[in-house]
């Protein structure tokens, strides 16, 4: 990484965001949003607002880990209830899943920021967010949210960077997707299956695993870990646990992807032109 381009991209931030009059920032207490909310705290201080939606689709513990940062930091925090379930688009997920969900989030957003008397809104998409199929990203844009770390070309890892660099404990935390991400395009999204996946995966965090996935795949878990982490498997106390702890949430079969933890693997399901 040169370390001089990463700081003209961050200079370049500072400069939009000292731009700006006042801002929300769409807040999941992820790195990427994480950094962005407290790059424009420090710029605007009060006038920085963060506003997090919760609902099934996010697990808890981000939740508490997106309010905890907020209160340490003294920055104005709003939680919204979302209810993405009571939308026939987002339940039926097809590929486009992620588009109405951003929408109906965009929304709600729009209402705060009129309601808070704030100009602009901002979510945290990055330069490398570009690669992959988001069309999250393509509705935000519709609705006019502002994206400063991919307009001053900000990569991942120089956001981690940067972030380190900063103190921010959130530096090397993996990036999580909403637990909808877990279930293959095509395959009906219900409480039960959101429910299996979140608790599925909280089972791999309280074993320390670091990078994961657990996918449903109706009766069956697919789980993804780092290739390094693999090993642990070997472990039969460990594997037994794990096995038995899926099996009571409803999976009747649990599997170890050989070709380990990988963001997005169900995009390949996609035929894009």
């Given at each position: 990484m040169d370390a001089q381009t990463r700081d003209k991209k961050r200079e370049r931030l500072n400069e939009k965001l000292s731009s700006l009059d006042s801002l929300l920032v769409a807040f999941s207490g992820g790195v990427d949003s994480t950094f962005l909310l407290f790059s424009a705290h420090q710029i605007l201080g009060k006038k920085v607002l963060a506003v997090t939606a919760r609902s099934m689709i996010h697990p808890d513990r981000e939740i508490a880990e997106a309010v905890d940062f907020t209160k340490e930091y003294g920055i104005r925090h709003i939680?919204?209830?979302s209810d993405e379930l009571s939308m026939p688009e987002f339940v039926s997920n097809t590929p486009d899943r992620c588009y109405y969900c951003k929408r109906a989030i965009c929304l709600k957003?729009?209402?705060i920021a009129l309601d808070q008397r704030i100009e602009t809104i901002a979510h945290g998409a990055n330069w490398d967010d570009q690669g992959d199929y988001r069309p999250g990203m393509r509705a935000?844009?519709?609705?006019?949210?502002?994206?400063?770390?991919?307009?001053?070309?900000?990569?991942?890892?120089?956001?981690?960077?940067l972030s380190r660099s900063m103190g921010l404990k959130v530096w090397d935390k993996p990036s999580m997707a909403c637990l909808a991400s877990r279930i293959p395009y095509g395959n009906i999204i219900t409480k039960r299956n959101l429910k299996m996946?979140?608790?599925?995966?909280?089972?791999?965090?309280?074993?320390?695993?670091?990078?994961?996935?657990?996918r449903h795949h109706d009766h069956i878990a697919r789980i993804e870990v780092q290739s390094d982490e693999m090993i642990r498997f070997n472990n039969s106390?460990?594997?037994?646990?794990?096995?038995?702890?899926?099996?009571?949430?409803?999976?009747?079969?649990?599997?170890?992807?050989?070709?380990?933890?990988?963001?997005?693997?169900?995009?390949?399901?996609?035929?894009i032109d």
């Open positions: 939680i919204f209830d957003l729009q209402e935000a844009e519709e609705m006019g949210l502002v994206s400063p770390l991919a307009e001053s070309g900000l990569t991942k890892d120089e956001i981690r960077s996946v979140g608790e599925a995966e909280k089972i791999l965090a309280d074993h320390q695993f670091k990078y994961f996935r657990v106390d460990l594997k037994r646990d794990i096995i038995t702890k899926l099996k009571g949430l409803g999976f009747l079969y649990v599997t170890l992807d050989l070709e380990g933890y990988v963001t997005g693997s169900l995009n390949r399901a996609l035929k």
